[in-house]
């Protein structure tokens, strides 16, 4: 079984500024993926980045990547330049054989003008 | 429609009422998840489609909760003798592939169902 660990309910940042959000990860697994959604108020859940777990390589999209950590099973994600439209609730999840993601409890971010 | 479409957006029933909750998924797409999310945690799955496969239910909380996908397409997730705590968000995703998969499918969410149990 997976799970998957947000110890961060809620966070601010102001405009413009960097934000890290934090995930830790637990897997028996060799072979998995990792995510990071994006949940704005409209309750639709936005893919924001993906890492595949064999890839060393952070993974990168504009102003989101991550700092994966395969052996400290951490996946921590840093949004550069915060605008007001990042404010949401973040979720960290991961897949593998069981073919279903499992999801963090989320981190609530508030974009601060 | 371009993306996963849920109804009703919310719901409010009486305990001991049975709610049918509809998912149109993105056409084409073979896997279809629903999830259910609780005020203020994350995301629990209760159950997935691929194709003709059966689903894996593993993750239906009891016996009053079934899904069913007709066609490969359209699917309705019924709760029989609503319990208070059945209130929640009932989110369905659909995508091309499992998660997990070759490329780790990304799955497209709905806006989700709000359901509230007096």
């Known amino acids: 079984a997976q799970t998957v660990t947000q110890s961060q309910p809620e966070m601010s940042v102001q405009e413009a500024e960097t934000v890290t959000l934090s995930c830790t990860y637990d897997?028996?697994?060799?072979?998995?993926?990792l995510f990071w959604y994006k949940q704005p108020p409209s309750r639709q859940m936005i893919l924001v980045i993906r890492?595949?777990?064999?890839?060393?390589q952070n993974a990168t999209e504009n102003r989101f990547s991550v700092n994966f950590q395969k052996a400290a099973k951490s996946f921590s994600l840093k949004i550069s330049d915060s605008q007001l439209g990042d404010t949401a609730m973040y979720f960290c999840?991961?897949?593998?054989?069981?073919?279903?993601?499992?999801f963090g409890s989320g981190t609530q971010l508030t974009v601060l003008p | 429609g371009a993306g996963v479409s849920q109804s009703p957006s919310n719901k409010v029933t009486e305990k001991g009422k049975d709610v049918e909750l509809r998912c149109d998924p993105i056409?084409?797409?073979?896997?279809l998840y629903w999830y259910r999310q609780s005020l203020g945690q994350g995301l629990e799955f209760l159950i997935y489609f691929q194709g003709n496969s059966a689903p894996d239910k593993s993750g239906l909380p009891s016996d009053r909760f079934s899904a069913e996908r007709t066609g490969g397409s359209v699917s309705t997730l019924t709760i029989q003798r609503t319990q208070q705590e059945d209130s929640a968000v009932y989110l369905c995703?659909?995508?091309?592939?499992?998660?997990?998969?070759?490329?780790?499918?990304?799955?497209?969410f709905g806006e989700g169902s709000r359901l509230t149990v007096l």
């Open positions: 995703a659909s995508s091309w592939i499992l998660a997990g998969g070759p490329s780790g499918g990304e799955l497209f």
């Open positions: 890492q595949e777990a064999y890839k060393q």
């Open positions: 999840a991961s897949s593998g054989s069981a073919r279903q993601l499992t």
């Open positions: 897997t028996s697994e060799s072979n998995y993926y």
């Open positions: 056409s084409g797409h073979t896997a």
